[in-house]
């Protein structure tokens, strides 16, 4: 058949401008649909923007230490709008950015919603029918919103950099990453905080021993956080504040509710069951190991299939999916001993296995750790700690994860990550001689 396009993409996210580029620069004609921004949600309200929030949050900190290093602060002020709109002003840069690569690679850009509407066939908003060879659905996930009386009171992190004004009081509801990164900023902003879930521990996939030492030290910042906290209904008062109910007669009263209660993937009103495209219970779209559905001429990536909801995954799918179809070079991604963090304050970085997981897979583990204070904080008189854990297979002597929460964990781990990724010993991190003074060399010399 005579196709309009070689592929077309349906979400112009990481993973599909990355396919899209690829594709194109294989000689594909490509086309992408974007119903909201180019860029999606990594780069116009999710990482970017939210690391943004991060740094800026941390000037709090930064400054109040900054007297013991003999600089005086007195009249230093924070306001909101200020980091709220260059934040905003650096997303649309970085949207100018993605745009300018596609276009450059000759993607053809529509601004609309497109839908399936065959297996060959996109259906865009303003009813047009556009046919492709191929079909790659990449349209990422979308925040869950629990199904409680009063939860449209409460805003979800596609709204949370747009508010006009910081709250005095804030709930966050949610055990991972949104809810403790945001946590964290908003009460470095000056925000009373309550971090609140329906289970009794946070942030599952990471160590807990690490997980732990940020639940501490968040409390010890202030932050008030409470397991088992059920959430039946949400009430708004006359003033316009809320009530969050607990379930237990412990509610809280805030001036703004977050939910970052995870994110489901995008494929609602999308076409795909029509289309034939089998999909999971939580609306993932089921892929197999070249990211093909069962339907022959579509493809999926990225969130919305619900693998591991990472941008740098999200890129690697794309990248590899377009190598594979486009590029005559079939490949796969390997998901083993991915590094992640969690931009919290203080942030955690983790690759491998826990300690958790490797004493319930491995006989003979091996766990070595380092429990310090940072030079900054010992000269700030800050008392927090930092805690580095290594993971070993103590039949092999490699080491199977890292763990660490501290400062600048993440931009420590990704180095760190190469070493558990290659297969590494214990003995050759023993044998790198220590970085000195720097918080890096505990890896290397930890007992």
């Known amino acids: 058949m005579n196709y309009d396009f070689d592929l077309f993409v349906i979400g112009a996210g990481s993973g ?9 620069s294989h000689g594909a004609r ?6 909201y921004r180019v ?16 740094y800026g949050s941390h000037f709090a900190e930064d400054l109040a230490d900054a007297r013991r290093f003999g600089w005086d602060t007195t009249g230093a002020t924070f306001d909101w ?10 997303v649309d840069r970085l949207e100018g950015l993605y745009g300018q690569t596609l276009g450059n690679n000759k993607v053809e850009i529509f601004l609309q919603r497109a839908t399936v509407a065959a297996p060959n066939l996109v259906r865009l908003a303003d009813g047009r029918e556009i046919s492709a060879k191929h079909i790659l659905i990449a349209t990422g996930a979308w925040p869950a919103i629990p199904a409680i009386p009063g939860a449209e009171y409460g805003i979800t992190s596609n709204e949370v950099f747009h508010l006009d004004n910081l709250p005095k009081r804030a709930v966050i509801a949610g055990a991972g990453y949104i809810a403790n990164e945001f946590a964290g900023i908003f009460h470095e902003l000056g925000v009373e905080v309550t971090l609140v879930t329906r289970g009794d521990k946070m942030l599952r996939s990471y160590d807990q021993e690490i997980v732990e030492k940020l639940v501490g030290i968040s409390r010890s910042k202030g932050i008030d956080i409470r397991f088992d906290f059920k959430c039946p209904a949400v009430r708004k008062q006359a003033d316009g504040s809320l009530i969050i109910e607990s379930g237990n007669g412990d509610d809280v009263e805030a001036d703004l509710l977050l939910f970052a209660i ?24 089921i892929v197999d190991a070249h990211n093909a559905t069962n339907v022959p001429s579509i493809h999926a990536v990225g969130d919305v299939t ?17 190598d594979s179809v486009f590029g005559n070079n ?20 983790g690759v491998g296995l826990t300690e958790e997981e490797a004493r319930a897979t491995l006989s003979d583990v091996k ?15 800050r008392n927090e700690r930092a805690l580095y854990k290594m993971i070993v297979d103590g039949a092999t002597d490699k080491v199977i994860g890292l763990h660490l929460i501290g400062p600048d964990s993440a931009e420590i781990l990704q180095a760190a990550a190469i070493a558990v990724k290659a297969g590494l010993a214990k003995q050759d991190f023993d044998d790198t001689v220590a970085l000195h003074p720097s918080m890096a060399e505990e890896l290397v010399l930890m007992k």
């Open 30 to 35: 490509v086309a992408v649909a974007e119903e």
């Open 16 to 24: 599909g401008v990355r396919a899209s580029r690829i594709a194109a």
């Open 367 to 381: 766990v070595y750790k380092s429990d310090f204070r940072a030079m900054k904080n010992v000269l700030a008189g």
């Open 262 to 285: 995870g994110r489901v993937p995008k494929t609602k009103d999308l076409g795909l069951e029509a289309a034939g495209v089998a999909l999971d219970a939580d609306g993932a779209v």
């Open 81 to 90: 709008p200020t980091l709220r709109d260059n934040v905003a002003a650096e």
């Open 306 to 322: 619900n693998r591991v909801q990472l941008t740098p995954v999200a890129i690697r799918e794309g990248h590899a999916f377009a």
């Open 330 to 349: 079939p490949r796969t991604i390997d998901y083993s001993a991915i590094p992640t963090a969690v931009f919290s304050n203080p942030p955690i970085a």
């Open 39 to 54: 860029g999606g949600t990594c780069v116009i309200r999710g990482c970017v923007p939210k690391k943004l929030l991060v």
